[in-house]
């Protein structure tokens, strides 16, 4: 069921209407903000007293500070007794609904215009820095069809029995199988000895795009698979809000199959997509993590 | 409640949210658009108060935002530029206007 689910009908109503316009000057609003005063908001994010520090890291931080709240109306109004208390909108619902904004209805690859509202969108309410092209390389798309991918071998000998730590994972998950072969980057151990919680993870919290389709991606394959080789991604289901940070683990689907990029069984059950006739979008971007100190998982709004 | 920002004694916001009643919008997507209001304000009021301090001005100015001590913001204001309260209605009353015409022009399609 959809968070912030709005009827056809509302598509051209008055709220939509002045939603739209107005989600694009916030956004707008924001980059020149953010364009104009980076050095000083970057130097509040990192010297804010303690007390504050939930707030840090970009824009939203300095904006967290003062919490969107929603007006009451003026005592002009006549009072509505349905409506004596403020409403108060989780954090999701804005974002669902400034999403609904921007993001194409049909299912194809983002325009510049497109990427760059999105983009900006998700790195202020998500706080974390999501990019459509990074390095100088971007994929054939960062909108598309996700289908459902099998779990991968974490290191040889590793099977279905072998796989979970937990037994509530085991019944969730097992049923998904095991793919045959290994992922694009091999295995993500040498021996179950040497695996640690991070190759637990990776293997977890992994999606399969289309590495081979990329911008000169057959003129580079050696850097540019050293480039894609776990990359840090986040990905968002446009229709419920839900998020992860992920990482590439492999390459895939091919075209022929309508589809493109491939979830794991964890991601595609958190993100409540699936397979076959009912499969839906996601919106997928990297994420600029040099230090590599973002977490794999959910993210929590 | 409505959280009050520093300038709120200065920049009033009613009579949009009065256009925004006046359309009979569902409460959630009122509450949005008074959302994206007040947010919109809150960027151009920080964007025309940043673009008038020099930039360790900023950082104390930035500092003293996040104490939330109104008191301490204007005095801090008020010693570093001359008019802001001014040029804090100003900026308001331009992206209010804007917001009227967007308001106005719905109605009248």
Same mark, same amino acid.
């Given at each position: 069921m959809p968070f912030f689910k709005r009827s056809?009908? #509302?598509?051209? #109503?008055p709220y939509s209407h002045l939603q739209s316009k107005w989600v694009k000057r916030h956004v707008g609003l924001k980059e020149t903000l953010l364009t104009k005063h980076r050095d000083s908001l970057d130097w509040l994010a990192e010297n804010m007293p303690a007390k504050h520090h939930i707030a840090v890291g970009s824009l939203s931080g300095l904006l967290l500070l003062t919490p969107p709240t929603i007006h009451t109306l003026p005592p002009t109004i006549p009072p509505q007794p349905a409506k004596e208390q403020p409403l108060i909108l989780p954090e999701k619902t804005f974002l669902l609904a400034d999403l609904t904004s921007i993001v194409?209805?049909?299912v194809r690859p983002l325009n510049l215009d497109e990427e760059k509202n999105i983009t900006s969108l998700l790195s202020d309410r998500i706080n974390l820095p999501v990019k459509a092209e990074l390095q100088g390389i971007r994929l054939n798309t960062s909108y598309g069809y996700i289908g459902a991918e099998q779990h991968l071998m974490?290191?040889?000998?590793?099977?279905i029995w072998t796989h979970f730590t937990t037994p509530i994972d085991a019944v969730s998950y097992a049923k998904s199988g095991m793919a045959p072969g290994r992922g694009a980057w091999g295995?993500?151990?040498?021996s179950k000895a040497e695996m640690t919680q991070k190759d637990i993870d990776r293997e977890k919290y992994y999606i399969a795009v289309q590495t081979f389709l990329a911008q000169g991606y057959s003129q580079n394959v050696r850097e540019y698979n050293e480039f894609f080789k776990y990359r840090k991604m986040l990905i968002l289901n446009p229709q419920n809000g839900k998020s992860m940070v992920v990482v590439i683990g492999d390459a895939g689907?091919?075209?022929?199959?309508?589809?493109q990029l491939g979830g794991s069984p964890e991601v595609m059950s958190y993100l409540e997509r699936v397979d076959g006739r009912q499969k839906g979008p996601v919106l997928y971007f990297f994420l600029d993590d040099p230090h590599d100190t973002i977490p794999l998982g959910p993210v929590k709004l | 409640m409505k959280k009050k920002q520093f300038y709120s004694q200065i920049v009033e916001t009613e009579s949009v949210v009065v256009k925004l009643h006046d359309m009979k919008l569902k409460d959630d997507e009122k509450a949005h658009l008074v959302a994206l209001m007040d947010s919109s304000l809150h960027h151009v009021i920080l964007d025309a108060i940043l673009s008038e301090l020099s930039q360790g001005d900023k950082k104390l100015f930035l500092k003293e935002l996040a104490t939330d001590d109104h008191d301490a913001v204007w005095k801090f204001l008020r010693g570093k530029i001359t008019g802001i309260e001014g040029k804090i209605t100003k900026v308001a009353d331009d992206l209010k206007k804007e917001l009227h015409e967007d308001i106005k022009e719905v109605g009248t399609k």
């Open positions: 056809k009908s #509302s598509q051209s #109503s194409p209805k049909e974490r290191y040889p000998g590793d099977t295995y993500f151990s040498y689907p091919a075209q022929w199959t309508g589809k | -």
